[in-house]
């Protein structure tokens, strides 16, 4: 196909300008670099490191996909195979009695009943690629082979983004566990105070019961965070390749994140090389535009040579005489004259394979594309409501303070105390909530933009970087 035809369709990496201005003009957002390929190690966690380290060498799905890739690395040697001249050595050895009746005998009296026939041969075939068939056949296989190598790189890019945002899910859980346990304890205090003023019937008994209600609410909070917990730390084993009850040590101390984020500006020009599932999809559509050329090349006539030398003889001890010596060749010409249509819809049929992808790769660069749109905007929502959540939660641990400093006083009971002290321990499950959600956007801008990975050639660069098509 020509370089026209294959890019017509073909659809220009839309503009993300506003957005990233928009997320620059914030402080949580900085002009950066891509990526790196241990993107990991920007968090400072050794823990994430190791179980990464561990993702990358016996994870099921990575272990799959690399074997994937080997057997079209194969598939494309097994193409090449037509471009050359193909020889082989055959060696046989044929015992035969004939009939005393039959034909042999009969145009032969002479003939002995008992024959054998030795034959060593060397044989030659090569057909010639006149109209690139078996190039473009080639070219379609290595096609094929570098599609999968992105797709490789993208399913390590899904493991270890996931097994990052189960760690920190893990990590963040655990600080929700000890708040949980804290607001139980004080519901707690608040119930065993208000039913002993109840006993001292200087309560009525009302509020308790209440009481006793949000009291039992936390515990079920509590059961629901360990549960958590627990399906976290299975889904960590199991993304870093090990069983889900595996030890797993885990620290409750949070790693920071990193102060500002990373923008590229070259977005919208180099997200294609940078995003190995676009990358995959385009090598897709490469390939399938030499298949196109090579069902095309089934028009037209296929010329080929074959010939073959060596030794026949009817012992072995004749075998390698010079009388023995045997040889012929085998010049051919192959055209295509009626095949009830079956090229034509082979070509059509690849044609419209060839569509189906490029219309695939349009999809999926617009959702790449709206993907990394939709992060900066969560991420720059997330940043911002964190900062404010921040303001907050100081306030409300001032407020309980003074209420503490006023309970020593005498200005204030423990009951207000509790309740002030409760209000801390919700606000800081909000903000533990904000916090993930900012490692979440981390994390998830991290995959938008690939991860680090960076194919050193983009077929079909028509419309990868002057907008023409």
Same mark, same amino acid.
């Given at each position: 196909?020509?370089?026209?035809?294959?890019?017509?369709?073909?659809?220009?990496?839309?503009?993300?300008?506003?957005?990233?201005?928009?997320?620059?003009?914030?402080?949580?957002?900085?002009?950066?670099?891509?990526?790196?390929?241990?993107?990991?190690?920007?968090?400072?966690?050794?823990?994430?490191?190791?179980?990464?380290?561990?993702?990358?060498?016996?994870?099921?799905?990575?272990?799959?996909?690399?074997?994937?890739?080997?057997?079209?690395?194969?598939?494309?040697?097994?193409?090449? &195979?037509?471009?050359?001249?193909?020889?082989?050595?055959?060696?046989?050895?044929?015992?035969?009695?004939?009939?005393? #009746?039959?034909?042999?005998?009969?145009? #032969?009296?002479? %003939?002995?009943?008992?024959?054998? +026939?030795?034959?060593?041969?060397?044989?030659?075939?090569?057909?010639?690629?006149?109209?690139?068939?078996?190039?473009?056949?080639?070219?379609?296989?290595?096609?094929?082979?570098?599609?999968?190598?992105?797709?490789?790189?993208?399913?390590?890019?899904?493991?270890?983004?996931?097994?990052?945002?189960?760690?920190?899910?893990?990590?963040?859980?655990?600080?929700?566990?000890?708040?949980?346990?804290?607001?139980?304890?004080?519901?707690?205090?608040?119930?065993?105070? +208000?039913?002993?003023?109840?006993?001292?019937?200087l309560y009525s008994k009302l509020p308790p019961l209440f009481a006793e209600e949000n009291m039992l609410e936390a515990k079920k909070l509590v059961f629901s965070i360990q549960e958590e917990v627990a399906v976290d730390r299975h889904?960590?084993?199991?993304?870093?390749?090990?069983?889900?009850?595996?030890?797993?040590?885990?620290?409750?101390?949070?790693?920071?994140?990193?102060?500002?984020?990373?923008?590229?500006?070259?977005?919208?020009?180099?997200?294609?090389?940078?995003?190995?599932?676009?990358?995959?999809?385009?090598?897709?559509?490469?390939?399938?535009?030499?298949?196109?050329?090579?069902?095309?090349?089934?028009?037209?006539?296929?010329?080929?040579?074959?010939?073959?030398?060596?030794?026949?003889? &009817?012992?072995?001890?004749?075998?390698?005489?010079?009388?023995?010596?045997?040889?012929?060749?085998?010049?051919?010409?192959?055209?295509?004259?009626?095949?009830?249509?079956?090229?034509?819809?082979?070509?059509?049929?690849?044609?419209?394979?060839?569509?189906?992808?490029?219309?695939?790769?349009?999809?999926?660069?617009?959702?790449?594309?709206?993907?990394?749109?939709?992060?900066?905007?969560?991420?720059?929502?997330?940043?911002? +409501?964190?900062?404010?959540?921040?303001?907050?939660?100081?306030?409300?641990?001032?407020?309980?303070?003074?209420?503490?400093?006023?309970?020593?006083?005498?200005?204030?009971?423990? %009951? +207000?105390?509790y309740e002030f002290q409760e209000e801390v321990i919700q606000k800081e499950l909000e903000d533990v909530r904000l916090l993930y959600n900012q490692f979440l956007a981390s994390i998830k801008l991290i995959k938008a933009l690939g &991860?680090?990975?960076?194919?050193?050639?983009?077929?079909?660069?028509?419309r990868a970087h002057d907008g023409s098509t």
């Open positions: 196909m020509s370089e026209e035809a294959q890019t017509r369709s073909l659809m220009a990496p839309p503009s993300l300008v506003p957005t990233i201005d928009h997320s620059l003009a914030t402080s949580f957002f900085t002009t950066g670099d891509w990526p790196s390929n241990s993107w990991w190690e920007v968090f400072d966690s050794k823990e994430l490191n190791d179980l990464i380290t561990s993702a990358l060498l016996i994870n099921p799905s990575i272990q799959a996909v690399e074997k994937r890739v080997q057997w079209a690395k194969q598939r494309a040697i097994i193409a090449r &195979g037509p471009l050359f001249p193909l020889i082989f050595f055959n060696a046989t050895d044929n015992w035969e009695y004939l009939s005393q #009746n039959g034909l042999y005998r009969a145009l #032969n009296p002479n %003939l002995a009943l008992n024959n054998q +026939q030795i034959d060593f041969t060397m044989s030659f075939s090569y057909e010639f690629d006149f109209w690139d068939k078996y190039r473009n056949l080639f070219r379609a296989a290595l096609g094929r082979e570098k599609a999968e190598e992105a797709e490789s790189a993208q399913v390590k890019l899904v493991v270890t983004t996931s097994l990052a945002q189960a760690y920190f899910a893990l990590k963040t859980n655990l600080l929700r566990k000890n708040l949980y346990e804290r607001l139980y304890e004080v519901r707690k205090n608040i119930y065993d105070l +208000q039913q002993l003023l109840v006993d001292n019937s889904l960590v084993n199991i993304l870093a390749g090990r069983g889900p009850d595996d030890p797993l040590q885990i620290d409750e101390v949070l790693s920071s994140l990193p102060k500002t984020i990373p923008i590229p500006t070259s977005i919208s020009l180099d997200l294609l090389a940078c995003r190995p599932d676009l990358m995959a999809q385009i090598w897709r559509v490469e390939s399938l535009a030499h298949e196109v050329g090579a069902a095309k090349a089934e028009f037209y006539p296929n010329i080929n040579v074959a010939a073959l030398a060596g030794l026949e003889s &009817g012992s072995f001890s004749n075998l390698f005489s010079w009388l023995s010596k045997t040889a012929g060749a085998l010049p051919a010409i192959h055209l295509p004259v009626f095949t009830a249509g079956a090229i034509g819809a082979k070509v059509k049929g690849t044609k419209a394979l060839f569509a189906q992808a490029v219309f695939e790769y349009n999809d999926l660069i617009l959702k790449s594309f709206k993907e990394v749109a939709d992060v900066l905007v969560f991420a720059k929502s997330i940043f911002e +409501q964190k900062a404010k959540q921040g303001i907050i939660v100081a306030s409300a641990k001032a407020r309980y303070d003074l209420t503490l400093l006023r309970q020593v006083q005498g200005l204030d009971n423990a %009951l +207000q105390n &991860g680090g990975y960076c194919s050193p050639e983009v077929p079909l660069k028509a």
